[in-house]
């Protein structure tokens, strides 16, 4: 900087340096102890104190005993099947929406815009939902986990900004070579919203993911669990049930580092795609902040 | 429309030869998105009507229409239960040490990050710090428990220093700092993006100008930067606004336990434990509405307060 700086200014970059610095090891140590942790031996674990900065006395038992567990395989397995079919029904659902909204001449164009928007806002809330499901017969059915969360309005919204920016003399011309709406949507506007899509594809693929709470209302029979479902089961009621038996928070050694095991099974894909994600996540949120 | 002002005795029939036209004209539109049409119908308009479960006796042998009609009293017997105080005192609190921590965390970040001139290092602290985002809650929440545990790390590290192990997760005086600290955690990184997004698009000759004119960069953040932020931020105020009254099950759910209900029960989770898991439905379809049409208004009086003192608006 060709500036000079006061010392007040050079005090405060310095220390913004360091609450930074300091930020992102907050952020990601507790990554790397889960990390060193289920690559322990349980035994040595349980001695030991503190921080870890490497692994103890390297052992790929809780990694087994995770594979071999077959709760968190066929969770694994149902995980795949949902993000798969989730996202595929999501992203065909939301861009028929976008593509409805997007319409220059429809005479509803204002009142079906009014009656998604209001939904965005106002809903009938989780017990008439939960109902519905159940009157519908999708309870503890595979459908319970793609259908009720077909279309993010909010994402549709997105969408539709994209498709309005796609030059109508583009469509215009297609329908003088007497293409239809379904040529038009699939040929040229998917086409030409190909950054949109990717980040829709990502949002809503994480989103089936990481969800547990539909999966926790709709589905009783354990062999349609998610993994988030049997995680929980792990991570979380497990522990519970301890602190209500023992009324204290122990912990049993060598569940431990299964509980690492499964954590970094379960969070590897995201944390391995992440990097090269990144910038679609970062340009989705822009894309939706610039509808204002 | 035009075709009603030109011919304004014949505005009805005009009005009907329109859609007509209309529906014949975009014909393949229409049936092309049908689904999503009745999709909206069913699973967003569907459960509005089986909001008038509220206002019934409800029984699923009879059905929402069948069920007989009890006015309010779902509502005077939630207003007057003893537990109607500390859900409310509950989901207040929450979101009120939400909007005074966890609010303004993104935008302090995103004000630490605009100030830093290597380009490698903010790239850096912005990747690592988005990363939380995309981990599940039900993973973040597992990791809590493991580290909050009474020989977790945590207590670990409070042992080398003589402190006693505290059960942070069965203590209900914990239960907020933890739900909204690990909020703050999850998502001060990702909240930021769309802040540095409101600064990126500051003029930068302001800044010059105001480097003339001898303002330092404290000065710079104060009177340009910050006002440069602030659309956004009332924006972001505004739906936060909207949410006061409805923390999230899904988050608490996991959380909480019998041991922690003193703090941790909100109005969303009592829903849930006496809706779905105890199947009573009028009831808490009652306590659902009474939620959503408190949050609805606070919207609203957030926006038009808004409207009136600042020109932002939501709409």
Known sequence: MANKRTAGETIFVWFNALILTGLCFVTLYPFVYVAFASFSDPASLAQHRGLLFTPLDINFEAYKAVFNNPMITTGYRNTLIYVAAGTAINLVATAIGAYLLSRRNLYFKNLLMMLIVITMFFGGGLIPTYLLINNLGMLNTIWAMLIPGMIGTFNMIIMRTAFQSVPISLEESAKIDGANDLIILFRIIIPLSMPVIAVMILWYAVGHWNSYFGALIYLRDRELFPLQ??????????????????????????????????????????????????KYFVKGVLIGAIKE | MSAAREHPFESRKGKWTTIAKDLRRNKYVYILALPVILYYAVFHYGPMYGLLMAFKDFSIADGIWGSEWIGFEHFRNFFNSYYFERLLRNTVLINVYELIFAFPAPIILALLLNEIRSRLFKRTVQTISYLPHFVSIVVVTGIMFDFLARDGLVNQ????????????????????????????????????????????????????????????????????????????????FILNMGSMLSVGSEKVLLMYSPLTYETADVISTFVYRRGVLETDYGFTTAVGLFNSVVSFILLVLANSISKRVSEHKLW
């Open chain 1, 229 to 278: 479902l049997v995680l929980r089961e792990i991570l979380i009621t497990n522990t519970t049930d301890n602190m209500m038996t023992e009324a204290s928070g122990d912990r049993m050694a060598i569940a431990d580092t299964i509980k690492y095991a499964t954590i970094i099974v379960s969070t590897l894909p995201i944390l391995l795609l992440y990097p090269f994600l990144q």
């Open chain 2, 157 to 236: 590290i409070l042992g080398f220093f003589g402190i006693e192990s505290i059960p942070f997760m069965s203590e209900a005086g914990w239960f907020r700092t933890l739900y909204v600290g690990s909020g703050i955690w999850q998502g001060v990184g990702w909240g930021s993006i769309i802040y540095l997004a409101a600064i990126a698009t500051i003029d930068p000759t302001l800044y010059e100008a105001a480097k003339m004119d001898g303002a330092g960069r404290w000065k710079q953040m104060l009177h340009i930067t910050l006002p440069g932020m602030l659309p956004t931020i009332i924006i972001i």
